[in-house]
Every structure is written in C-alpha cells, then in structure tokens.
C-alpha cells in the first residue's frame, strides 16, 4: 500500500513539474513577429549623438522621452512628420544637452501636460532655457524619484531611480519602467552600473521586453548583472556613426551578443520604429546594417574588460 502511495505521490510531483515546465516554455516565447502590429508604437529617433523616444497609443497619449542635441534641431521635423499635436508626458531624463537640446521648443510648441525633470542644478545655458520655458508652460512639474508610480492612458510607468540625488548628472537620470498591457520598455538616460545596481536591490520589477540602453551603449552602463535582470528581447542605443566617444562599446556589445538579444541603434538602422498589439513586437527600421562597435574600447582577453579611452566620458 505504501508503495502505491509513493507511486502516485511521485507522478503528481511529475506531472505538476511538466506542468510548471510548460508554462515556462511557454512564457519565454519570443515575443518578435513579422506582423505589423496596432496599438502602441516606439520611435528611437535618429538624432545624432543624442537621445529622443517618442511613445504613443491608438488612443492619442503621447509620451516624450529627452529632445536630442541643442546643436541639432532634427527631433522638431521628426515631430513634425509623425504629425504630433499634443505631448501628455515630456520626460527629460538629465540636464546634459544631448536630452534635453531642444525641450525648450518643445514645450513652447507642444504645451506638454506634464513634465518630468530630476531636479538637479545645473550650470548650463540650454538647461536654463529648458527651465525658463517650463516654468512659463501650465505643464504640471514633477521631480520623480523610485517607487513613484503614474498612468498616461494605457500606459504605466515606475520610476526606478534616482532614490536621492547624487550630483552627478549621469548617475541622477530618471529610470523608469514602461509598461503597455503585457509589454514593457526600460528607459534609464546615462544611469551608469552604480545605478543599475541599485535598481536590482530595490526589488523592483525590472523585466521588459524593451530596453533603451544606458548611455548611448556605453559600458559605463549596461552591466552584464542589469541586462541578467532585464532579459530583454530588444535592446536600442542611440548613437551618431563615428562619434568620438567609441559609443556602442565592444564590451556592451559582447554582452548582449551572449544573450541572444537582438540589438539596433540608431546610428546603423537610422530611426528604430517598434509596434506592439500589447503582446507581440514588431520591429522596422529606416536603414539596413550591421551593427559594429566605436573606437574607444577594446575587449582583454585576460578578463572581458575593457580598456578605456579617455575621450568615452562626458
């Protein structure tokens, strides 16, 4: 009798194993699809060496994620070909000017509803203006910090980081997780690996489908820990073709290479455009290339690391 019952105690532990087995199978389906899809888009926009993502949904919200260089304009022909009229969300991750080049125009042309700005002071005559145009606007102004939690239409967003400000313009960028239905994208501005570290020991949720890499593709950023705790299917970096900072670093992209994430930047495929019905991902892109790594860094066979060149920092 005992040892029917074991039997039949161990074919449950079985088959609820297969189970369990299943259901994991089934959830790291690849999420990409040939199909173009309709309910939310993601534009990377190709502005340079600089940074900009446009978000919307069928319904009309519109989200702005940074404006590009103040010394490159294209973010406002850009806007103007997607045919925006309104921004209910305008995220400026850091005062550097590649983000926030031309939030300036940006608000005095779109009226954005609400404003997101990590609060940092910064001496710098483009983050005065982009300060002076808010502060004109009725936009509601808001300086985020981790746990905070809000809702543009369909969309969600957690803030990740900063906790506190620390001074660095990097390192106090707005990270935030943005979910749509069963779809989510990190956004993490120049946060670099201290950060990042700091995100994985706050318990927050980090999975997302999407991820906009740190700092161009830098490997300041993007640590092989981060990416571990993010398992994207998608990871885009924004970047000018033979930037003097050797953005996509080698190592970053060994990284994502080893994980079989698929990687585009802006700087081989032109504006990254992703679509998504809420469960599936469909990519196009402007141009057709081959992503290949800058200068500035070159991988030690000894330990994987690399060797920096002094121009990588800003």
Request: overall charge negative; some cysteine.
């Amino acid at each position: 009798m005992k040892k029917w019952l074991f039997w039949g105690l161990g074919l449950l532990l079985l088959l609820s194993g297969c189970s369990n087995f299943l259901a994991s199978s089934e959830e790291s389906e690849p999420k990409l699809s040939s199909d173009t899809l309709k309910g939310a888009q993601f534009d990377f926009f190709d502005v340079g060496q600089g940074d900009s993502t446009l978000i919307r949904s069928d319904d009309g919200t519109t989200i702005l994620i940074d404006t590009g260089r103040q010394d490159d304009d294209r973010i406002m022909t850009l806007l103007q070909e997607k045919e925006i009229k309104k921004i209910d969300l305008l995220l400026l991750t850091h005062p550097h000017a590649d983000h926030i080049g031309n939030a300036d125009k940006i608000i005095k042309t779109y009226q954005p509803k609400e404003i997101w700005m990590d609060g940092l002071a910064f001496n710098s005559s483009t983050y005065e203006k982009v300060v002076d145009a808010a502060l004109a606007s009725d936009a509601h102004y808001k300086e985020p910090r981790t746990f905070d939690k809000a809702s543009f239409g369909p969309f969600s967003l957690e803030v990740l980081s900063p906790s506190k400000l620390s001074g660095n313009a990097n390192d106090d960028s707005i990270a935030v997780r943005l979910t749509y239905k069963e779809i989510s994208a990190i956004f993490t501005g120049d946060a670099e690996e201290g950060r990042e570290k700091e995100m994985i020991e706050s318990g927050l949720p980090l999975q997302a489908d999407i991820l906009d890499l740190g700092h161009h593709g830098s490997s300041t950023s993007n640590s092989p820990a981060f990416l571990d705790k993010v398992k994207p299917e998608v990871a885009i970096y924004s970047a000018e073709k033979g930037n003097s900072y050797g953005h996509p670093h080698v190592e970053v992209l060994e990284w994502l290479k080893e994980r079989n994430i698929t990687t585009y930047g802006t700087d081989v495929n032109g504006t990254v455009t992703l679509t998504t019905d809420g469960k599936k991902l469909n990519v196009v892109t402007e141009k057709e290339g081959k992503i290949k790594a800058g200068s500035s860094y070159s991988i030690s066979k000894k330990n994987g690391r690399g060797v920096k060149n002094r121009r990588q920092r800003k």
